[in-house]
């Protein structure tokens, strides 16, 4: 397997054990792995900080190769998302209405999201700092994986589920990431091909997902409980967004 068809599929496997595992402890173990991986790997490859660097070096900046790189995993990664259709929400969350569904499914990501910030956040406290931005780019697609399978989830969740196959509802999952809207409110449809108005809303999008974990890891800061605040936060924001689009369309208007 590729380098990164690995990386793709172990942020996918991650983003979707982190979400539903139940306790903090469990969160917490599995994103630290990831990350630590990330971090191996990047050096036994001989892409210590400079290469990292140069890989997702337009962090903060709204194009350039890093955020190219991002945004093809992340596509790539979608696809590999473990995502909970109606029925087996309905099955794990039995007797609870579309709403209280939601509800779940909004803590259970910002919790995720708080584990991923904190694992690669407590970094910044370490006496030899590793390759951070190897480590920052595995947070940014762990971080924005949870989202997606949030979004999508939500969509379930509300009886609203993207057109397509599995493919291409995930697609339009990514753009809805991209846009902060239901799939069905996203302007333009959904064409993800390079120099597409939505390629580079995606590209812009990751820049500032990145650069937020870029920040946690800055001195000064509190690392991981930086990290942990400010992911949870952006992903239930995210959540909420996503939420109101779809209220409007799946429940009855008054």
């Known amino acids: 397997m590729a380098e990164s068809d690995e990386i793709s599929l172990r942020a996918a496997e991650v983003a979707a054990d982190v979400t539903e595992a139940e306790r ?13 991986a990330a971090s191996s790997g990047a050096r036994m490859a001989g892409q210590g900080t400079r290469a990292a660097r140069r890989r997702i070096g337009a962090v903060g900046r709204g194009a350039g190769s890093g955020t190219s790189w991002l945004a093809a ?12 259709d109606q ?16 509800d779940a499914l909004l803590d259970g990501a910002s919790h995720a999201s708080a584990a991923a910030g904190g694992a690669v ?43 397509g196959n599995f493919a291409e509802r995930m697609s339009a999952y990514v753009a809805a990431w991209a846009h ?11 064409v993800l091909a390079t120099g597409s108005p939505l390629a580079r809303l995606l590209r812009r999008r990751l820049a500032a997902r990145a650069g937020r974990s870029a920040f946690a890891l800055a001195p000064l800061l509190t690392g991981a409980a930086a990290g942990a605040y400010f992911n949870s ?3 239930r924001r995210l959540g909420q967004d996503i939420r109101r689009d779809l209220r409007r369309r799946a429940l009855p208007q008054h």
């Open 24 to 36: 903090e402890q469990d969160r917490r173990r599995v994103t630290a792995a990831f990350m630590s």
């Open 73 to 84: 995993q992340v596509t790539a990664m979608a696809p590999r998302l473990r995502v909970r």
């Open 87 to 102: 029925a087996a929400l309905r099955e794990q969350f039995p007797g609870l209405s579309a709403e209280e569904i939601a």
């Open 121 to 163: 956040g407590v970094w910044a406290a370490l006496p030899a700092l590793p390759a951070f931005p190897a480590e920052v780019a595995a947070e940014t697609l762990v971080l924005v994986g949870i989202e997606i399978k949030l979004i999508a989830e939500l969509h379930e969740a509300y009886g609203t589920p993207a057109p």
């Open 180 to 190: 902060r809207r239901g799939v069905y409110m996203i302007p333009g449809g959904v």
């Open 233 to 235: 936060r952006e992903t």
